[in-house]
């Protein structure tokens, strides 16, 4: 495991994981503890990237690693809002509506192209995003715990597809991307699929029931009030610079806090550093706030955290 700040021990059921997935994710340490993060600090995560670099793998890895259901949506354009969330059925036989679940009703669920889904298709993950629930006529249905969404899209493509409104980048935690691989790592790949070390092979290593402990342990992570004070200024700070149109929300303020405790949990310790803070912003910050014209969100970001004084 890569230890981005500290050398203190990792919890077993954390190590094991991380493990688990440096099976078929070669050289992809740290965007594996991105999407931890993102996992264990409640949140979502958006993978922008060009096709082939192993969204889908991760994805199907996380699933089989902590023992819980996978469902992968292609989005197109004809795909409707009752092909993610399920919709009623008529039963004959019972003489009632019956609730035919959709996809969205897994542990993992992987929302390929997102942004090839019309805007109402897009709009129906909101609630069950948010609310971990879906609503059909009225009934509410709670999804499986925990529920956690990895969207991709290709950002070199554009044509016949819909760019994410705010309202539903905002519901992402983190955005990242996995990158090509080093040409070592290229050859790792190579050399496991001679040996036969894919996916299928992959054992379950933790539990859901682990999982749902991690996250509530997350929430009990220290974090000093100067440091609560750095991710406010961070945050404060896009709403006032004159290269922004619109700033991070307060919910990107709360979700920089809960990514913090989760990477400090991810890396052994009951704490949060102002450097983890430091390390995330740009994942949580960047996809939460539209540059001006001729500026780019990253640039913006990076000016700030060299700005603001470190606690």
């Not at 995560?45 to 089989?64: C, F, H, M, Y």
């Not at 019972?94 to 035919?100: A, C, D, I, N, V």
């Not at 715990?145 to 905002?170: K, M, R, S």
């Not at 100067?226 to 961070?234: C, E, G, M, P, V």
Request: contains cysteine; charged residues 20%; glycine residues 6%.
């Amino acid at each position: 495991m890569t230890h981005l700040f500290t050398d203190t021990p990792v919890r077993p059921e954390l190590q094991r994981l991380l493990d688990n997935l440096s099976h078929t994710i070669v050289g992809k340490q740290e965007a594996i503890q991105l999407v931890l993060v993102a996992l264990l600090s409640g949140g979502h995560a958006l993978l922008e990237d060009v096709p082939g670099v192993g969204k889908t793998l991760l994805a199907k890895s996380l699933a089989r690693s902590i023992d819980g259901q996978f469902h992968r949506i292609q989005c197109t354009p004809d795909l409707l809002p009752s092909d993610l969330t399920g919709t009623n059925i008529w039963n004959p036989q019972e003489g009632k509506f019956e609730f035919l679940a959709g996809p969205v009703f897994a542990n993992v669920l992987l929302t390929d192209e997102i942004n090839r889904a019309t805007p109402r298709t897009q709009s129906a993950l909101l609630e069950v995003m948010e609310e971990a629930q879906v609503t059909i006529d009225g009934v509410t249905h709670p999804v499986l715990a925990p529920f956690f969404v990895i969207a991709t899209q290709n950002p070199v493509e554009y044509q016949g597809t819909f760019p994410l409104p705010e309202a539903q980048l905002d519901r992402f935690a983190l955005a990242l991307s996995l990158g090509y691989p080093s040409e070592t790592e290229e050859l790792q790949m190579l050399e496991r699929l001679q040996l036969g070390k894919n996916l299928r092979a992959l054992q379950p290593c933790i539990t859901l029931a682990e999982v749902q402990q991690l996250q509530q342990d997350c929430m009990r992570v220290r974090i000093e009030s100067s440091i609560q004070r750095y991710i406010l200024a961070l945050v404060r700070a896009t709403r006032e610079h004159e290269d922004v149109t619109l700033g991070v929300s307060p919910r990107g303020t709360v979700t920089l806090q809960r990514a913090a405790q989760a990477l400090a949990l991810i890396q052994g310790r009951a704490y949060v550093l102002p450097d983890d803070v430091k390390f995330l912003a740009p994942y949580v910050l960047q996809h939460r706030l539209i540059p001006a014209a001729g500026h780019s969100a990253r640039g913006i970001v990076t000016e700030l955290l060299g700005a603001i004084a470190i606690p």
